[in-house]
């Protein structure tokens, strides 16, 4: 049964409460009057459709835009299509993963696939067209309900729009594969939007527009936090312990760290507010590059030739020898549905109970609970907040939300060459980006550089905070969503 959803109605998110805020008041303002000028010519209700109402970065993010677009004087609402069908689950999921050049699962998708996916799409636009009216604009995201435009259209006349948050930039049989089985319902629509022009295949490449993923300035994990805040959350959490009495309670679950030892126990005292703090925000994922950081960062402690370390002043010697290693990642307990995830975890942590025991105290492999999303934002927060340096080392990255987040906060972040990396940080300017992700000695020189160069790092993190202020808020996200809606309205 397809869903409406109504988003919760919160306080937070309203435009004169960004407006309010200093740094935030100019990119709404802009934003306001781009939406003045669409709205005189684009009329009808938006309509959003996806395949969860929770979970996932799409999902994360819908209400705000939801919320954010009718403020701006533009009608939108969110539908969530359903199938009590479990093989529709099963070839989506399948589709997802050939998207991602996953050959393992076999690259056959055929005529009754299409078949599937055109009935639940059929299904869904049915119900759906009880709601829509002519004019109105669909905007599909991802596969799983990319079958509904060319039914809805024939039901009711409307601008079609497919989003496609999904992206690899190299090709293989399996990306072919799904994208020759997606061609005949993408050829459906007015237009379609991704997140990188390498993620485009061919046969759309005149149809598409690029929107780039955005994060909330005022979401949990965004917003900016008082020193008071930001140490209760890392006492309240178990990141830090608590020299004084503290006003809030703990949370309901605490962080766990890997022990020297192999115990995964509440971490205590890493250093957070006091050493200088190398960190990495990732899901355990063999492509998110943790082996080589780490791999790195044991280098990078290992600077001891007297040539190599007198060329560093007092000051850098003493960064290098307190500078610490922070890894953070969801708990796997309470990651049900990623066994690779706990695999990769159980890697990670072979390769840092191997270390020499010096190390080891170095090196922090935070375990962050998922039972409260609200919890896990902040702590995440947190964290990024107490960085010096932040790196996502991933071989291969979509977008890099974490680029996003650490980048809006300040800082520096050393990335590597991955498309929605290099995306977003400019080699040099704004972070640094490494050639190879894989060569431990590379990024072990980029860290001991970064760490070392504290004024280049904060121009760099200043230049990165206001990269993300022009190009990847959601402020930036809704006026390409508004210059969408003036082509769509221009093209009748
Ligand atoms: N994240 C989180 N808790 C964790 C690990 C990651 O909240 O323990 C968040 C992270 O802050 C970011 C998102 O998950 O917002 C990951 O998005 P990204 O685009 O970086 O990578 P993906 O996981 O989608 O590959």
Not at 31 to 55: D, E, H, K, P, Y
Not at 159 to 173: F, K, L, S
Not at 241 to 268: H, S
Request: aromatic share 6%.
């Amino acid at each position: 049964m397809l869903k409406l959803v109504e988003p919760e109605q919160s306080g937070k998110v309203a435009l004169d409460v960004y407006s309010a805020d200093a740094r935030l008041s100019a990119i709404v303002r802009g934003l306001t009057q781009q939406a003045a000028l669409a709205t005189r010519q684009f009329q009808g209700t938006v309509w959003m459709i996806n395949s969860t109402a929770t979970g996932g970065g799409v999902a994360e993010m819908m209400p705000t835009m939801l919320k954010l677009l009718n403020e701006l004087g533009i009608a939108a609402r969110w539908a969530v299509i359903d199938s009590d069908r479990p093989e529709f689950f099963r070839l989506t999921k399948r589709l997802h993963n050939l998207l991602h050049g996953q050959i393992e699962a076999g690259i056959d998708l055929s005529s009754e696939d299409a078949q599937l996916l055109a009935e639940v799409g059929r299904d869904n636009a049915e119900q759906l067209a009880h709601h829509i009216k002519p004019g109105d604009t669909i905007i599909v995201h991802d596969p799983q309900p990319v079958a509904m435009a060319g039914i809805l259209k024939k039901l009711v006349p409307v601008h079609t729009v497919w989003r496609c948050h999904i992206g690899v930039d190299e090709r293989n049989a399996a990306t072919r594969a799904a994208w020759r089985f997606l061609q005949p319902f993408l050829s459906e629509y007015d237009r379609t939007v991704f997140s990188a022009p390498e993620y485009i295949p061919s046969y759309l490449a005149d149809h598409a527009m690029l929107i780039y993923p955005a994060i909330d300035p005022n979401s949990h994990k965004n917003r900016e936090l008082t020193v008071h805040k930001m140490v209760g959350i890392l006492c309240n959490s178990g990141c830090q312990t608590p020299y004084e009495p503290l006003l809030t309670e703990p949370f309901n679950e605490l962080v766990r760290r890997i022990q020297p030892n192999g115990d995964i126990v509440p971490p205590g005292e890493i250093g957070l507010l006091f050493r200088p703090i190398i960190l990495q925000v990732s899901r355990w994922d063999r492509l998110k590059g943790f082996k080589p950081l780490l791999d790195a960062f044991v280098k990078l402690k290992k600077i001891e030739t007297p040539r190599r370390k007198s060329a560093l002043s007092p000051r850098n010697q003493q960064r290098l020898e307190l500078c610490r290693l922070i890894f953070a990642g969801p708990d796997p307990r309470g990651v049900s549905d990623d066994p690779e995830g706990k695999e990769v975890f159980n890697e990670i942590m072979q390769s840092y109970l191997s270390l020499d025991e010096l190390l080891k105290t170095d090196i922090a492999i935070l375990l962050l609970p998922m039972t409260s999303r609200r919890e896990n934002a902040l702590i995440v927060n947190a964290l990024q907040y107490c960085a010096s340096l932040v790196v996502q080392n991933s071989l291969r990255e979509g977008f890099g939300l974490t680029v996003t987040e650490a980048m809006w906060k300040g800082h520096a972040v050393l990335g590597t060459r991955a498309v929605g990396i290099r995306q977003q940080i400019r080699d040099g300017i704004d972070g640094c980006l490494t050639h190879d992700p894989t060569d431990s000695d590379e990024i072990a020189g980029h860290l001991a550089g970064m760490l070392c160069s504290p004024g280049q790092r904060f121009a760099m993190g200043r230049s990165a905070r206001f990269r993300v202020y022009e190009s990847f808020l959601i402020f930036s996200q809704l006026g390409r969503y508004l210059d969408l809606f003036t082509v769509l309205k221009s093209a009748g």
